[in-house]
């Protein structure tokens, strides 16, 4: 697509994407470029030289237990903050859409928890189950629960994909609401004619005609557990324990500059930069689908 | 009522809502037990938190905890703090609009050489976050001298493309009409970019800066490398200092009031710019 009227100049608009260039270029580009040079070398035990190794960082990390194991970790916990944060907006949408009035009101007591930054809401979970002061973790004591997220893997994993789920409802809540209103209701009351039961509509009209929204926010979810969770590991478990909860991303930090180990650093940043190379494909030809519908 | 009765015969009535209402109410409440929650303890004393189960309901030392929070802190003042994360906050969402609208215009607008290169080349920038690259960048605004600074809070995070490819987005559909008419009444591109498509974009704008002011405020893994000196903390990575290393048990009625103080800025401008969030998120999302 291209602009018919255009003006006549060539210093002005050059000028124009200088700011943006430069910025982009030296924050961007440069380091970007920097962790692919430096996922070639490793740094000789004094920081003095850099040693040439190939492709020995990505042999290494390939072949590497914890790598390997945060890999499946990663896996793990998106795919339960995906299910989780999606199973509950989905559930909580389709009640709000029910409603002839006040939809607008439940929308705003929803939306916020999205605006809470997630070292925060980190905090705040952590708060709660705290191995010594937690309310949650007093009460489930009081019913014979022992909780520890501080000692048990499980219960640590589960602490950090009930947090990092909390905040997106709201994102994934609004998405769902906007895709449930956007169905015509026509078809919905014609299939209740025809005797469908509240399950039956769901199952064969509302939910068909919700995936564009559904993978979308697939896509979307997927992405934010892998990277946008940072400082919800970072103020919960610190990657623990015994690194159950160390996702990528995490890994890339710990690696970097809590071990300074900047090879196998840079190499792991690679490996997330394919990633999410292949995440925005993936995204972007589904916009485009969406746009043809 | 007579608006019940036309809304069709899929709404649920009696029973079914209230049932419906309960559930809504379930789940509302689940998402505010964590905020209820901190902000309880944001009012009572140590004591009455280290000796669980803590109280549900407020106590009384609403004034001491936040005056104690926002003055002297932990670390540093969360006054200080916030000051810190909203200019923060206010230069990624400022900085990054002003400079994606003159690149948008540039590239909608003029042929110039390297313009496709330019356009793959911001393109390529899109949803790669910066704790992607994150030792590298680290390196580079140390070699700029930028630890510790503002401009090494703001300028790393503005270094992405996503608001440029909107305001391209809206400029493509901006009808040619408009700068037919301003080039023949012999209007300097410039003129028509102030006069005439900033105007216009305003929604846009506002749209993309509710976005972009809460991207900036939450930020935490970057403030946690670049700011070592706690005068320079963010609020959102502030939080997590305050909690002592060792065994010693964390002074929980600051730290909650803290994270209270950290919810307020990004809240409010989600709920009060509630409409143009929507658009913005689904603009730019979608």
């Known amino acids: ?293 | 009522m007579a608006r019940d009765a036309n809304a069709g015969m899929v709404e649920r009535r009696g029973a079914g809502l209230w049932l419906t209402h309960l559930g809504l109410i379930i789940g509302v409440a689940f998402i505010f037990f964590p905020i209820w929650l901190a902000f309880v303890a944001s009012t009572v004393t140590q004591p009455e938190i280290v000796r669980p189960p803590m109280p549900l309901w407020p106590g009384d030392q609403f004034y001491e905890n936040y005056s104690k929070a926002l003055t002297s802190g932990i670390n540093a003042p969360v006054a200080r703090m916030l000051l810190n994360s909203a200019i923060m906050a206010l230069g990624i969402s400022l900085g990054k609009i002003a400079i994606s609208l003159l690149s948008a215009f540039a590239i909608v607008y003029f042929r110039f050489p390297g313009r496709q290169l330019f356009f793959w080349l911001i393109f390529l920038t899109l949803m790669l976050p910066v704790e992607v690259r994150i030792v590298p960048t680290y390196e580079v605004a140390a070699n700029f001298g930028m630890l510790n600074s503002y401009s090494g809070l703001i300028f790393p995070l503005i270094a992405s493309a996503t608001a440029t490819f909107l305001f391209r987005q809206f400029f493509m559909t901006v009808p040619d009409e408009l700068a037919e008419a301003a080039r023949v009444d012999g209007a300097r591109p410039m003129r028509f970019f102030v006069d005439i498509l900033l105007p216009m974009s305003r929604t846009n704008v506002a749209a993309l800066f509710v976005i972009l002011f809460i991207y900036g405020w939450n930020q935490y893994l970057w403030p946690l490398l670049i700011t070592t000196d706690p005068s320079m903390n963010t609020i959102v990575m502030g939080i997590k200092q305050m909690f002592p290393s060792g065994d010693d048990t964390a002074d929980w009625p600051v730290i909650m009031a803290t994270s209270i103080l950290a919810m307020i800025p990004p809240v409010v401008v989600v709920i009060g710019m509630q409409k143009l969030f929507i658009r913005g998120l689904v603009d730019s999302e979608k």
Do not use: C
């Open chain 1, 1 to 293: 697509m291209e602009k018919r009227v255009t003006f006549k100049g060539m210093w002005l608009p050059l000028l124009l994407v200088l700011p943006q260039m430069l910025i982009t270029a030296v924050f961007f580009f440069y380091p970007a470029g920097q962790a692919v040079w430096q996922s070639l070398f490793i740094p000789d035990p004094f920081g003095l030289s850099m040693q040439w190794v190939g492709l020995g960082n990505f042999e290494f990390l390939l072949s590497d237990p914890y790598y390997r194991a945060s890999f499946a970790t990663t896996a793990v916990f998106s795919i339960l903050v995906t299910v989780v944060s999606m199973g509950v907006a989905l559930y909580l949408a389709v009640l709000a859409d029910r409603l002839i009035k006040g939809s607008g009101t439940y929308r705003t007591l929803l939306i916020w928890p999205y605006a809470v930054a997630p070292a925060v809401a980190g905090v705040l979970w952590l708060f709660m189950f705290n191995t010594r002061v937690g309310v949650v973790t007093w009460y489930l004591g009081q019913l014979g629960y022992d909780w520890n997220h501080v000692l048990n893997e499980g219960e640590a994993m589960g602490l950090v994909v009930v947090a990092s789920s909390w905040g997106r409802v709201s994102y994934n809540f609004l998405f769902f609401l906007a895709g449930l209103q956007a169905i015509p209701k026509s078809v919905i009351e014609a299939a209740a004619i025809d005797g469908a039961r509240f399950w039956m509509r769901f199952r064969t009209i509302v939910f068909p005609l919700l995936s564009p929204t559904t993978f979308f926010l697939l896509v979307v979810n997927i992405v934010y557990a892998f990277f946008e969770t940072f400082g919800v590991i970072h103020t919960i478990t610190s990657g623990g324990p015994q690194q159950a909860t160390t996702i990528l991303v995490y890994k890339v930090y710990a690696d970097g500059f809590v071990g300074q180990d900047l090879g196998s650093s840079a190499a792991q940043s690679v490996i997330l930069l394919l990633i999410v190379s292949v995440l925005t494909v993936i995204q972007f030809k589904f916009i485009e689908r969406r746009v043809h519908y």
